[in-house]
T-cell receptor, first 115, second 115 residues
Framework: AQSVSQHNHHVILSEAASLELGCNYSYGGTVNLFWYVQYPGQHLQLLLKYFSGDPLVKGIKGFEAEFIKSKFSFNLRKPSVQWSDTAEYFCAVNALYNQGGKLIFGQGTELSVKP | EPEVTQTPSHQVTQMGQEVILRCVPISNHLYFYWYRQILGQKVEFLVSFYNNEISEKSEIFDDQFSVERPDGSNFTLKIRSTKLEDSAMYFC?????????????FGDGTRLSIL
């Protein structure tokens, strides 16, 4: 069965620190990969997505993620975080064979950025 | 930007009662989804819906659950005879398709509390 693991449950950083959130998935076939963010009191919003092509994808708000197929990983990065990045971050996978389009989510990583 | 809207934001129901959670997907979207998140756990897929029928459902989505698109705008999740373990945040999502460049857009969620 497909699964997604996010290594960090809670990350605390100071402003301007660099961020890397880990995400690994288990599925041998072709996948689409996503990072969603949920700011306090708001809905899940798409940060970025990978479908094919360049494994380094850039999203909104200065976030990027790198797909490393050999490691089944899709880690999220940001060179310099801001207080406004405080939120919960979810990695998600959709297997291309899956015609229904369901997303498999990781457990989420709570990011707290100290001003 | 168009949004997925969910009502109510919080629903409190006695165990054994029926509850209907409502969603208005983005107007030109064709695929609809329900997910849930039990407190402290992952966001879990429940069901996907396309062309007035269920495309896929998870093992969670048993006979207690049903979905309906009663008119051109609403997408509902009904839970018959609710149980304590149904307490969770329920998210509706919609997408224009299931292919890679058509990601899912999520609503704010309905917090369901079963007493």
């Amino acid at each position: 069965a497909q699964s997604v693991s996010q290594h960090n449950h809670h990350v605390i950083l100071s402003e301007a620190a660099s961020l890397e959130l880990g995400c690994n998935y288990s599925y041998g076939g072709t996948v689409n990969l996503f990072w969603y963010v949920q700011y306090p009191g708001q809905h899940l919003q798409l940060l970025l997505k990978y479908f094919s092509g360049d494994p380094l994808v850039k999203g909104i708000k200065g976030f990027e993620a790198e797909f490393i197929k050999s490691k089944f990983s899709f880690n999220l990065r940001k060179p310099s975080v801001q207080w406004s990045d405080t939120a919960e971050y979810f990695c998600a996978v959709n297997a291309l064979y899956n015609q229904g389009g369901k997303l498999i989510f990781g457990q989420g990583t709570e990011l707290s950025v100290k001003p | 930007e168009p949004e997925v809207t969910q009502t109510p934001s919080h629903q409190v129901t006695q165990m054994g009662q029926e509850v209907i959670l409502r969603c208005v997907p983005i107007s030109n979207h064709l695929y609809f989804y329900w997910y849930r998140q039990i407190l402290g756990q992952k966001v879990e897929f429940l069901v996907s819906f396309y062309n007035n029928e269920i495309s896929e459902k998870s093992e969670i989505f048993d006979d207690q659950f049903s979905v309906e698109r009663p008119d051109g705008s609403n997408f509902t999740l009904k839970i018959r005879s609710t149980k304590l373990e149904d307490s969770a945040m329920y998210f509706c999502a919609s997408s224009a398709g299931t292919v890679s460049n058509q990601p899912q857009h999520f609503g704010d969620g309905t917090r369901l509390s079963i007493l």
